[in-house]
């Protein structure tokens, strides 16, 4: 490689010589930059200060303008299980209702814009609950007394039904959504222990009291004029009374043991302080939300004496009120009863631990505690925040990761096997709320893990870093629930990411080109584009001005595909809009580009647990196709022998009927429109290649064979690609399908050879 700024041994530059030379330096300064971090030229320009972002993200400057999942209604009465629904939802309901009544296009014109006002209001930072948020947007609307606006507003009005609190995405949204969901699951669980209690007390009371009127004390002068009352028994002999009902009374009384079981029976039901009836006595009712597990921990331990005198209260009252309590049969078996604690059954009647924990904070021994606590077999719900994917290495010299904490975290807690672990960025909460009701519901310990995006160093709003987190993989989705199955398949779902089976999702940036012609192009999402969002990471990029673009820059998913050894040839590259939304493009350096392949590698593993491209079932696909082919090929073979000997009476036969057999045509080849892309399906080797480029283009059939689903799903240019890198060379690009594709003259004449 010829040193920077060094002349040619044979004299001066000719006009070409020093365009290359300039060239040469240029990508000599961006593999200095890729390899060390450092820019050693004006060729390259610093991205601090610059209000950049990911091109993907160029369309949600302004989320206020948008309908999405936020922000959203806790609501304050469940509906059918749901326990938030975004405001969006709620707005649609209502436009569903309207639509059947007169000026219903007026209405929901006005109805959309009290809900953009709304989401303005929450974005600033404004809370309470919808139906206050509600009036003060129809006041900033409203312009008079007689604005059909008000008039919208107001009948729209009269139809909400839902009501609770508004929350934006935002660092509070994750503890306030689970913990609300959790309330009201303890509040159904309160109800109906509470209505169990009550049955069993009520008719532990009416033993007593029927033991009590045959008694003698209730049977004296005193106690019977106490029950008629004065004014109605002044008339009536209470002595004579007395006398009489004691003759004619039943003399079987209740046992000494069984009166004071069941005296002790009720007061340990009326005086529980675990799910009290609200204003019953017995001091202030017990609280199970935490903010740290050696609280939880500490206040488990020292109710569980209680608990389980509660517990078995229940269970021998269940039989008192049945009249299957055998003193000679029961005593022994309850004198031991909760010596091992209490089991999973027992527990499921009991309020559910809610522990909050920051990621942050998450040090030895706090650490040590949270597994102990979700290994203790307690139905503990334990939610831990990150804030912060970045995390610095004890080491120093910059060296950091991303979201190894969580991913170390969730892993040991699915170790565990039982407990239901469910990992989420809060951007996705809201979809994923069906998943959070199950983990809560679950009998056991259950984790939740989630991202709120609230700590990158950026303009971007907490939704945005939270969506772009999960796209990029660096804090993917996926749930553990134990109770789904016995097997990984039916426990473990990867489902709810984009785009499951690819390394990084693909979307279309559409843009305007520089000779303002309508332009696309196919760009995955990854890990360095979710990084090229937080300003702390700027220092490991560096700005190409556009007249030094050339064909040595890539992106960074096409550099992770190819694992290059020595000096670099390509450079990796992110596409970023400036604050005017005009496009450019950034070179990485090798740090981001290391933990980018950690990030897809850490993907992998889940794809795997997922049931994508998993290794084994993979091998033993190609173990059964190796097995097939030989079958056919030994098939092949006896049918060859078998068909010899016919071969050779048929040259014996007579020249005629020889003749005859070589006129009979061959079975004509169907024929294919040569402009059409196809794929010779049965020799496909399923090797991958074409369906991790373009999923929705390319698919298998049933033999786990390509064909193309979709040809209108993606560009020539990936059609040209899928066929040069087909191992067996069975894809046939066709002609382009858009004229208006950039590029085509070059990969008309890439693909002529597979036409």
């Not at 426990?491 to 499951?500: E, L, V």
């Not at 390319?698 to 066929?723: C, H, L, S, W």
Request: glycine share 6%; charged share 25%.
């Amino acid at each position: 490689m010829r040193r920077a700024g060094a002349m040619p041994a044979n004299g001066p530059y000719t006009p070409n010589q020093q365009s290359e030379s300039i060239m040469h330096s240029d990508f000599q300064a961006q593999v200095a930059f890729h390899l060390t971090g450092t820019r050693r030229s004006d060729g390259l320009e610093a991205v601090e200060g610059l209000d950049q972002r990911p091109a993907l993200l160029a369309p949600y400057r302004d989320l206020t303008s948008l309908r999405y999942d936020f922000p959203v209604v806790l609501l304050r009465k469940p509906a059918e299980g749901a326990f938030a629904r975004s405001l969006s939802g709620i707005i649609d309901d209502l436009l569903k209702e309207i639509a059947k009544v007169q000026d219903a296009d007026r209405i929901g014109k006005h109805l959309l814009r009290l809900e953009q006002e709304i989401r303005t209001l929450a974005a600033r930072g404004e809370s309470g609950a919808l139906s206050a948020l509600w009036d003060k947007a129809a006041a900033a609307l409203v312009k008079g007394p007689n604005d059909l606006i008000k008039d919208s507003l107001g009948r729209a009005r009269a139809l909400l039904q839902a009501d609770g609190e508004v929350l934006d995405c935002g660092k509070a949204l994750p503890e306030r959504l689970i913990a609300h969901a959790w309330r009201g699951l303890q509040q159904r669980k309160a109800e109906a222990f509470r209505a169990e209690v009550d049955r069993l007390s009520l008719k532990l009371s009416d033993i007593l009291k029927a033991d009590f009127v045959r008694s003698p004390a209730g049977l004296s002068a005193e106690n019977l004029r106490a029950s008629v009352g004065e004014d109605q028994g002044k008339d009536i002999d209470f002595e004579m009374m007395s006398r009489l009902l004691t003759k004619v009374a039943p003399k079987v009384a209740l046992p000494e043991s069984r009166r004071r079981r069941l005296q002790w029976l009720l007061s340990a039901l009326e005086s529980q302080r675990f799910l009290p009836r609200p204003g019953a006595g017995g001091g202030e009712p017990l609280g199970f939300s935490f903010d740290n597990c050696e609280a939880a921990l500490d206040a488990y331990r020292e109710r569980l004496p209680k608990a389980i005198e509660l517990a078995k209260a229940i269970a021998i009252a269940r039989l008192e009120t049945q009249g299957e309590y055998d003193e000679l049969k029961h005593d022994p078996l309850f004198a031991e009863f909760g010596a091992r604690g209490l089991d999973a059954e027992e527990l499921a009647a009991f309020p559910d631990y809610f522990v909050c924990l920051n990621a942050a904070n998450l040090q030895e021994p706090e650490n040590a505690r949270l597994m102990e606590i979700l290994s203790a077999g307690l139905p503990v719900k334990v939610l831990v925040q990150t804030d912060d994917l970045r995390e610095d290495s004890p080491v120093g010299n910059g060296h950091f990761s991303i979201g190894l904490r969580s991913a170390q975290l969730t892993g040991m807690a699915m170790g565990q096997n039982d407990i239901y672990v469910l990992q989420s960025s809060a951007s996705n909460l809201v979809q994923y709320s069906g998943r959070v009701g199950s983990a809560l519901n679950y009998s056991g310990a259950a984790l939740f893990s989630v991202f709120s995006g609230a700590a990158a160093k950026t303009d971007l709003p907490p939704y945005l870093i939270a969506a772009a987190a999960m796209e990029s993989r660096a804090f993917p989705a996926f749930a553990y629930d134990p109770s789904a199955g016995a097997d990984w398949a039916s426990r473990f779902s990867i489902a709810d990411n984009p785009q499951a089976e690819a390394d990084w999702p693909v979307a279309s940036l559409a843009y305007e080109d520089e000779d303002h012609q309508r332009a696309s192009e196919e760009i995955a999402f990854t890990l360095v584009d979710f990084l090229a969002c937080d300003r702390r990471f700027d220092a490991h990029f560096a700005r190409v001005p556009r007249a030094k673009w050339n064909g040595s820059l890539v992106s960074v998913s096409e550099c992770l595909a190819s694992q290059s050894k020595g000096m670099p040839d390509r450079i990796p590259s992110v596409l970023v809009v400036d604050a005017d939304n005009v496009l450019q493009r950034n070179i990485v350096d090798g740090q981001l580009i290391r933990e980018a392949r950690r990030c897809r590698d850490n993907w992998h593993s889940l794809q795997e647990l997922g049931g994508i491209h998993n290794s084994h079932a993979q091998a033993l696909l190609a173990r059964e196709k190796k097995a097939w082919e030989e079958i056919a090929q030994r098939e092949a073979e006896s049918r060859a022998k078998a068909a010899k000997p016919v071969a050779e009476a048929q040259t014996s036969a007579p020249a005629s009927a020889t003749q005859a057999a070589e006129a009979a045509p061959a079975p004509a080849e169907p024929e294919r429109d040569p402009d059409m892309a196809y794929i010779e399906t049965a020799r496909c080797s399923t090797c991958n290649e074409c369906t991790l480029l373009n999923n929705k283009m390319f698919a298998y059939n049933d033999n786990q064979q390509a064909y193309i689903k979709d040809p209108d799903a993606g560009t020539f240019r990936q059609m040209v690609e899928a066929a040069e890198s087909c191992q067996v060379s069975v894809i046939h690009p066709g002609k382009p399908r858009n004229p208006n594709e950039p590029g085509l003259e070059e990969l008309i004449k890439r693909a002529e050879p597979f036409q």
